[in-house]
T-cell receptor
Framework: QKEVEQDPGPLSVPEGAIVSLNCTYS??????FMWYRQYSRKGPELLMY????GNKEDGRFTAQVDKSSKYISLFIRDSQPSDSATYLC????????????FGKGNQVVVIP | KAGVTQTPRYLIKTRGQQVTLSCSPI?????VSWYQQTPGQGLQFLFE???????NKGNFPGRFSGRQFSNSRSEMNVSTLELGDSALYLC????????????FGEGSRLTVL
């Protein structure tokens, strides 16, 4: 079993819809949770970063972490065509540790 | 501020050859991490260097090696290439303290024939 599971299926939504993405993980030591966005032919860029359980909101993006269920989510409200990208969840156990465990990513297409 | 620069961007090699990839981190960043990205396995951690020392290592065979220079630039080397080494190799830099943010380059796409 991989440490981080992210159903890699593509997702197509109409512009303005809410996009919901999620990951599950098996390592209970994970405390730092991230979402990266990767555009085609580019490297990933950090979207959201959360520590431990809870919610974090940044504009149209909301990240949720439920450590008891080992489940994290990313919601994109009012999705735009510019949100079309691959979204990767990532996590690590230790502060100062840049060894991240990534999910496989979800390709999201927002249709105008 | 210039971003993370990786060279070459694309390269084709044959089985058994070796390859060296280069990464120049963001100015002032002392940590460089390398990841392999494939459709089947996603992003997998190779190793991290901080101030010229390997700080972390992933679960890759010894054919994969790296180093970091005093100016924080880093290279990774893959020897005796196999078909399965075809991948996008991503370099990421960070300041070394943990902010949760790795700054990735655009990657070097390696094809092994």
């Amino acid at each position: 079993q991989k440490e981080v599971e992210q159903d890699p299926g593509p997702l197509s939504v109409p512009e303005g819809a809410i996009v919901s993405l999620n990951c599950t993980y098996s390592n209970s030591a994970f405390q730092y949770f991230m979402w990266y966005r990767q555009y085609s032919r580019k490297g990933p860029e950090l979207l959201m970063y959360t520590y431990s359980s809870g919610n974090k909101e940044d504009g149209r993006f909301t990240a949720q972490v439920d450590k008891s269920s080992k489940y994290i989510s990313l919601f994109i409200r009012d999705s735009q065509p510019s949100d079309s990208a691959t979204y990767l969840c990532a996590m690590s156990a230790k502060k100062g540790n840049n060894r991240l465990a990534f999910g496989k990513g979800n390709q999201v297409v927002v249709i105008p | 501020k210039a971003g993370v620069t990786q060279t070459p961007r694309y390269l084709i090699k044959t089985r058994g050859q070796q390859v060296t990839l280069s990464c120049s981190p963001i100015s002032g960043h002392r940590s460089v991490s390398w990841y392999q990205q494939t459709p089947g396995q996603g992003l997998q951690f190779l190793f991290e260097y901080f101030s010229e020392t390997q700080r972390n290592k992933g679960n890759f065979p010894g054919r994969f090696s790296g180093r970091q220079f005093s100016n924080s630039r880093s290279e990774m080397n893959v020897s005796t290439l196999e078909l399965g080494d075809s991948a996008l190799y991503l370099c990421a830099s960070s300041s070394g303290g943990y902010t949760g943010e790795l700054f990735f380059g655009e990657g070097s796409r390696l094809t092994v024939l």
